[in-house]
């Protein structure tokens, strides 16, 4: 049992115009919870930071309502059972699920649907990164969308992000020349030097849209899109015949106006491919995901990489490095 008595609780005060603000949020701090019949006390370790937390915050629906005014900040991560009730959530089990930005959640019963996590010979952080949702979700726009073939382009937007880094690296596993878009120097260099991208195209050099253009010669086959704006714009306009389209995220448009879209001309004239998709759509199909990726993880043939900040206070300050481009890998808030 734990012998803490308050539970620290980050919750939605207003709605931001744009970026987070010192005004989105306040620190609340609540009773403990106590686990009744079937439930179990979980305390939250780790915190998943994602483009959609700030799309959760937003007055438009996603494919979950918006988080209400007053309500706990929504959230994946990690936790230990600490207390239970509840045969299905033993003491000291690993779980993950939506746990929020608190210390403490109760799960089972009529609190949150967790699920609970084998015991890996991985860092645990390695649950919310390459195989978390993130690494789940690279998995099936690669592997069901993307389907990329040995020899065809693909370009991965937010590269160096938690998506887009596992994403590229499943192409390159499935024989595919892989050309990255990210921000700044560094970061191309690492997906270059230690992920095995054939290429990778810094956009903020001035020049992004000419080196995009050398370093797919031969066009573009699958684009795992990731940013939208501009940057899909650019690879759109080099969609070859049959092009495939996993439209993951848009990350340059959760804090601003949409940018001007691409010209659909040529996704008419080659017969592209576009399907969205919420890695939700294979919730009962995660288990195959997290196997195949943890046995490529085990072997080093996926390399999973983590920002980690210190302090629960600290999420929305880390939502806000998500656009700020100032992770490396998979963004994760250590509670």
């Known amino acids: 049992m734990t012998t803490a008595t308050a539970n620290r609780q980050i919750r939605l005060?207003?709605?931001?115009d744009g970026r987070i603000d010192e005004?989105?949020?306040?620190?609340?701090?609540?009773?403990?919870?106590?686990?009744?019949?079937?439930?179990?006390?979980?305390?939250?370790l780790y915190l998943s930071i994602d483009p959609t937390n700030r799309a959760w915050i937003g007055e438009e629906p996603t494919y979950l309502p918006?988080?209400?005014?007053?309500?706990?900040?929504?959230?994946?991560?990690?936790?230990?059972?600490?207390?239970?009730?509840?045969?299905?959530?033993?003491?000291?089990?690993?779980?993950?699920?939506?746990?929020?930005?608190?210390?403490?959640?109760?799960?089972?019963?009529e609190g949150i649907p967790l699920t609970v996590l084998p015991e890996l010979d991985l860092p645990?952080?390695?649950?919310?990164?390459?195989?978390?949702?993130?690494?789940?979700?690279?998995?099936?726009?690669?592997?069901?969308?993307?389907?990329?073939?040995?020899?065809?382009?693909v370009v991965v937007s937010a590269a160096a992000?938690?998506?887009?880094?596992?994403?590229g690296q499943l192409a390159k596993l499935r024989g595919a020349r892989v050309v990255g878009v990210a921000g700044g120097a560094e970061k191309c260099a690492w997906l270059v030097d230690d992920l095995g991208f054939d290429a990778a195209v810094d956009r903020h050099d001035p020049r992004w849209r000419e080196l995009l253009g050398q370093a797919c010669p031969d066009g573009v086959d699958v684009d795992f899109e990731n940013v939208g704006g501009e940057i899909m714009g650019a690879v759109f306009a080099m969609l070859n015949l049959n092009a495939r389209v996993a439209l993951c995220g848009l990350i340059s448009e959760y804090n601003?106006?949409?940018?001007?879209?691409?010209?659909?001309?040529?996704?008419l004239m080659n017969r592209v491919l576009i399907k969205g998709f919420i890695v939700l759509d294979w919730f009962d199909r995660f288990p195959e995901a997290i196997a195949r990726l943890g046995a490529l993880v085990a072997d080093g043939k996926v390399k999973d990489r983590h920002t980690v900040v210190a302090g629960l206070e600290r999420a929305p300050e880390a939502c806000n490095m998500l656009f700020d481009g100032a992770n490396v890998g998979k963004l994760i808030v250590k509670i």
């Not at 005060?13 to 931001?16: C, D, I, M, T």
């Not at 993130?134 to 073939?149: K, L, Y």
């Not at 601003?256 to 996704?267: A, F």
Request: with cysteine.
């Open 23 to 44: 005004r989105t949020f306040e620190t609340v701090e609540g009773a403990m919870p106590e686990p009744g019949p079937r439930q179990a006390l979980v305390r939250n």
């Open 124 to 153: 645990i952080e390695c649950m919310l990164g390459a195989l978390g949702v993130t690494g789940v979700t690279a998995w099936f726009g690669i592997e069901e969308i993307g389907r990329p073939q040995e020899g065809e382009t």
């Open 256 to 267: 601003d106006d949409p940018q001007p879209g691409p010209n659909l001309r040529r996704v």
């Open 66 to 109: 918006p988080v209400g005014i007053g309500e706990v900040m929504r959230a994946v991560g990690l936790g230990r059972v600490v207390a239970s009730n509840s045969e299905q959530y033993p003491e000291g089990a690993l779980v993950t699920g939506l746990v929020g930005w608190q210390d403490y959640t109760l799960a089972g019963g």
């Open 161 to 167: 992000g938690a998506v887009g880094s596992v994403a």
């Open 13 to 16: 005060r207003e709605r931001p």
